[in-house]
């Protein structure tokens, strides 16, 4: 099954870059955080608020098993996806996984334009973002350097990493094809 999907830290970009992908490659755009707040019906901040991170986790994780088994998908992931259970190891299995991928500090200038909507980051001013950004990402990019390709954040041509992606699926299809031969 050969899914695109974005990975990395919150503020990467992953959901923008997704959308436009999805139209590139022509294929149907989910993103998890959506796709879960739609299924509870309710907002992830409310989500954290009520039933706490594990209860969010759990849910992210089962939204990835269903959307794994849907026909191939651009997939935009919540920034702490990879990093929980064997998420990883599941999105890696079921297609190209791409990191988007930024200096903290730069993240830290994305976050304090964006951060209201997200439980994590949201009240924290410049110098607790930036301590708790530097320690996040430390924690997070040993799952997220586990990616078949890495991208710069909000830097990515999306012409050019559409060409990069067909090259990628059809070397994996033939891949494949030798394989079932
Ligand atoms: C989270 C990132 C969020 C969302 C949730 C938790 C995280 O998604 O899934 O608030 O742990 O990094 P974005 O990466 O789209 O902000």
């Not at 759990?58 to 098993?65: D, R």
């Not at 992931?77 to 990883?88: D, E, I, K, L």
């Not at 304090?112 to 439980?119: F, I, T, W």
């Not at 990069?164 to 070397?171: A, G, H, I, N």
Request: charged fraction near 25%; include cysteine; proline fraction near 5%.
């Amino acid at each position: 099954m050969n899914h695109i999907i974005l990975i990395g830290f919150p503020g990467s970009g992953k959901s923008a870059l997704g959308v436009v992908l999805s139209h590139k490659l022509n294929l149907p755009f989910v993103d998890t955080d959506l796709f879960i707040s739609q299924k509870v019906g309710c907002s992830i901040p409310e989500i954290f608020k009520t039933e706490g991170e594990n209860a969010f986790r759990l849910k992210e994780k089962e939204a990835l098993v269903e959307i794994l088994k849907k026909e191939p998908h651009v997939i935009a992931t919540g920034g702490g996806m990879p990093c929980f259970f064997s998420n990883m190891e599941l999105m890696k299995k079921a297609g190209i996984t791409i990191y988007l991928k930024a200096e903290p500090e730069q993240l830290t200038e994305w976050l304090l334009k964006s951060s209201g909507n997200r439980p994590l980051t949201a009240h924290k001013n410049r110098e607790e973002l930036s301590v708790f950004v530097d320690n996040l990402l430390k924690q997070r990019a040993p799952y997220y350097e586990q990616a078949s390709l890495f991208l710069p954040a909000h830097g990515a041509s999306v012409d050019v990493l559409a060409v990069t992606l067909k090259e990628e699926l059809d070397r994996l299809k033939l891949k494949g094809d030798i394989l079932t031969d």
